[in-house]
């Protein structure tokens, strides 16, 4: 821990003096340049740091960057990115995050539930940063802002769309890891398939367990566990695996079956050659909790607490890109708007 703390300071010195790259438990994936401002006061400086995948997964982490993209042009924000590493200790997070902190980013911004420990830490030394996590809530730091999704309720609506679509009467969920967050996934979705079709079958499986979450960036696993559920009878899986999620695209394609994406519109990011196999995505809206996180910096009146984003919000919905749910958008909306109405509760957890 002396060596760490040396490195982590030494790595801060520099990352302040020159804006330059450091390896603070991972790697820098954009320098910290300054965008233009037409204002002479400083430029609000955030930090975020990525979870396994970074920068480029075409998933969750890439939602987080669009949010970051967004702030830098819209709001003129100074920005310093770091991603995370495969098979990373808490001890590289808490690394990571106490670089951006000693260099002065506030707020500093940790993507994904796997920050939560080390926010806890770090957040204590550094009672005048404020941080933001998505994914997770942080007991007892109150200057930690959980951004949080209804996951479920997102997932509900595309499991209503695979019921609606599924001509086999069977249809697969593939998690990352298992862990209460994508049971949450796995939960609407098989609520929202029920709905349609009480007797559908939901096929479920998990790419990875606690503590290495290696599920979330493992292609050929996606692949293989898809194959297995396809060959099972299953014609649309819905894949909330992060960069797996394009293994489970690939084996689609070769499966000539459907898929489902999730966080981000897949359609748009994936390989011209596998958007054909993407019926619709479960959009998570981490792009808009991370834009709102720092415009409400820029505002001068920052989020705190915890802040929800539900299909209420916005927060949540699907994608209609490639045009393969447009004959039924009319039947989902339906469902959407009994759920934002009460009428609908979508389960948290699976059922037992």
Known sequence: MTKLAAVVATAALALAACGGSSSGGGTTTESGSPAATTSSAPALKVGLAYD??????????????????????????EIKELSATQGETDADKEARLTLLAQAGYNPVIAVGFLYGTALKSVSAKFPNTQFGVVDSVVEGAPNVTGLVFAENEGSYLVGAAAALKSKTGNVGYIGGCLIP??????????????????????QVKYLSNPPDCKGFNDPA???????????????????????????????????????????????????????????????????????????????????TGVQTFDLKKDGVGYSTSGGQVDDIATKLDEYKAKIVSGEITVPAEPTK
């Open 181 to 202: 967050l994508l049971q949450k996934f796995e939960a609407g979705f098989t609520a929202g398939a029920k709905a349609v079709k009480p007797d559908i079958k939901v």
């Open 221 to 303: 696993a996606g692949t293989e566990t898809a194959n297995g559920m396809y060959d099972a009878g299953a014609d649309i899986i819905f894949a909330a695996a992060g960069g797996s999620g394009t293994g489970v695209f690939q084996s689609a394609k070769a499966k000539k079956t459907l898929a489902i994406g999730v966080d981000s519109d897949q359609y748009q990011t994936a390989a011209a050659d596998l958007q054909p196999v993407i019926m619709t995505s479960m959009l998570k809206r981490v792009d808009v909790a991370v834009f709102d996180f720092i415009k409400s910096f820029k505002d001068g009146a920052p989020l």
């Open 52 to 77: 396994i995948g970074g920068r480029g997964d075409k998933s969750f982490n890439d939602a987080a960057a669009a949010g970051l993209d967004k702030a830098k042009a819209e709001l003129g924000v």
